[in-house]
C-alpha cells in the first residue's frame, strides 16, 4: 500500500472538489439573488393566466410572510393525548389516518396549483420580461 499516493490521490480530489463545490455554492446564491429581483414580475405574467384560488396557493408558498422575532410558534396543550374517558376504545391509527389522509388531499391540490404555475411560465410570450 502506497500511503503517500493515497494521501496525494485524497489531497487532489479535495482540492478539486473545494473549488467545484464552491463555484456551485456561488452559482446558486446569484440565481437566488436573481430569483429575489426578477421574480415578483415573472410572477405577475404567470398569475394573470392562472385562477385566483391558484394565484393564491402558489403566492403562499413563494412569499411566506416573514417571521418575527417576538412571534414565536403557537403552542398549545394536547389534552387527546391523555385518555382520561376510558369509556370508550378510541383507535388512534383512524385520526391519524384521517389527518394524513386530509394533508394528502391539501398536497395534491397544491401541486396542481404550481402545475398551472409552471405551465403559466412555460406559456408562450412568458419569456419577454422587461427589466
Known sequence: MDRE??????????????????????????ALVIGEVDGPQVDDAAFATMSAEDVAIVQAELNPLPYEAEDGPDFF??????????????????EELARLNEELVQCRRRQAAFQAYLAALDAPGADELSI
Open 5 to 30: 499516493a493515497i494521501a496525494r490521490g485524497v489531497r487532489r480530489r479535495q482540492a478539486q472538489e473545494f473549488e467545484r463545490d464552491r463555484e456551485q455554492a456561488l452559482e446558486d446564491q446569484v
Open 77 to 94: 396543550e394536547r389534552d387527546d393525548l391523555i385518555d382520561f374517558d376510558n369509556s370508550e376504545p378510541v383507535d388512534p391509527h383512524a
